[in-house]
Each structure stands twice: as C-alpha cells, then as structure tokens.
C-alpha cells in the first residue's frame, strides 16, 4: 500500500488557528495527511492560499526587560537616583505581562515563572478570552464567575455569582475585616484561583 503525505483535500478546511511568522498572519489546519515522515498533520496556510507543513511555534514568546535609573525625591532621607527594570512578555506580539523588579536578573527569573505557570491558559489565552467570560472559578474558597480578562496583565475581574459583596475570608478576623467589594482583580496564575473544567 502507497503512504500518503501531505494536506490532501483539507486545503480549504476551516482555520482552527492563527500564528504569525514576521509581520504575515498564517492560519492552521489540520491535512488528511501528515508531513512527509512525521505524524504531525498540521498545516499552515498563506492568505495567497500556499500550504506548508507546520512545525513552529504555535505561540511565540518574546521577552523585553529593560534596566534603567530615576531619580526618587524624598524630604526625609533626601534625593537619590535609583534603578528600575522593566519587564514585558508578548505571546504572538501581544503583550501578556507588565512588570518591574530591580535588575535584569530577576526580571528574567519572573518572566520564566510566568510563562511556566501559564502553561494550563495557553488554550484560551491571550487569543480566546471571549471564551472565558461568564465562567465559573472558585476564589479563596467562594465560587465567582469571570467578569473581564485584562489581557496585558494577564489578570482576570471576578465578580461575586450573586453581585453582592466577597464573604469575610477564612483567615479574617471580624473586628479586622474591611468593607468587600462585589469584583476582585487577581491573577490568572493566582494559586487562589479553583479552575473548573465542568464549568
């Protein structure tokens, strides 16, 4: 029997995705067949139509941290000029993280966590965030439903399921706890967060 390679009839199939490579804007299919000696069937399409085997990144990570000084004005301990850094990471030239920390050192290290902890998001975020939108998590043990996706801080706006003020926490005393609100903003990788698949 002849192996078969190659997108076949799916040429026109719908696009399951896109990805840029440069400034072009490329769409994934999946082929009626995989690429010549691999089981991989995924496909790229240019918007001239022209189909290429697909073995890239399907999220492309991009990094920028910056080191820079300013100057910190104090009428106490007086004025001083201090160092900054900033840190940004972009998936598929959108950016996902807005950081500082002190040095480059650390800046990397908190873009490394970063995107190790997003790993489990990466099929929704940052392209699918419609999707999520009116999801149930849990929050510090009180069930929510996602409000809004703040997609350059990679942060959700969750909201109380009945719109009234978040519960006193386990760990709050009543004499210390302050007035809640209804919305909280926390962390995509928050370990506070209780994701759902039911939901």
Same mark, same amino acid.
Request: charged share 35%.
């Given at each position: 029997?002849?192996?078969?390679?190659?997108?076949?009839?799916?040429?026109?199939?719908?696009?399951?995705?896109?990805?840029?490579?440069?400034?072009?804007?490329?769409?994934?299919?999946?082929?009626?067949?995989?690429?010549?000696?691999?089981?991989?069937?995924?496909?790229?399409?240019? &918007? =001239?139509? !022209?189909?290429?085997?697909?073995?890239?990144?399907? @999220?492309?990570?991009?990094?920028?941290?910056?080191? %820079?000084?300013?100057?910190?004005?104090?009428?106490?301990?007086?004025?001083?000029?201090?160092?900054?850094?900033?840190?940004?990471?972009?998936?598929?030239?959108?950016?996902?993280?807005d950081e500082t920390h002190r040095s480059y050192e650390h800046g990397y290290r908190i873009a490394h966590q970063f995107i190790i902890d997003m790993e489990m998001h990466?099929?929704?975020?940052?392209?699918?965030?419609? &999707? =999520?939108? !009116?999801?149930?998590?849990?929050?510090?043990?009180? @069930?929510?439903?996602?409000?809004?996706?703040?997609? %350059?801080?990679?942060?959700?706006?969750?909201?109380?399921?009945?719109?009234?003020?978040?519960?006193?926490?386990?760990?709050?005393?009543?004499?210390?706890?302050?007035?809640?609100?209804?919305?909280?903003?926390?962390?995509?990788?928050?370990?506070?967060?209780?994701?759902?698949?039911?939901?």
């Open positions: 029997m002849e192996e078969q390679w190659g997108v076949g009839n799916a040429k026109e199939k719908k696009a399951f995705d896109t990805v840029k490579m440069g400034d072009e804007t490329l769409e994934l299919i999946f082929g009626d067949h995989p690429h010549l000696r691999q089981d991989n069937t995924v496909y790229a399409r240019t &918007e =001239e139509g !022209g189909i290429y085997g697909f073995d890239g990144h399907r @999220l492309p990570i991009k990094i920028e941290i910056e080191e %820079e000084n300013y100057l910190k004005s104090s009428g106490l301990s007086g004025d001083q000029v201090r160092k900054k850094c900033s840190i940004k990471v972009f998936c598929d030239g959108i950016q996902i993280l990466w099929s929704w975020f940052p392209k699918k965030v419609d &999707e =999520e939108i !009116g999801k149930i998590v849990g929050y510090r043990e009180q @069930l929510c439903k996602i409000k809004r996706v703040i997609i %350059e801080q990679a942060c959700l706006i969750l909201e109380t399921l009945d719109g009234k003020p978040f519960k006193k926490f386990l760990w709050e005393d009543e004499d210390d706890c302050e007035e809640k609100e209804s919305t909280v903003k926390v962390e995509i990788t928050s370990p506070h967060i209780t994701w759902y698949p039911k939901y």
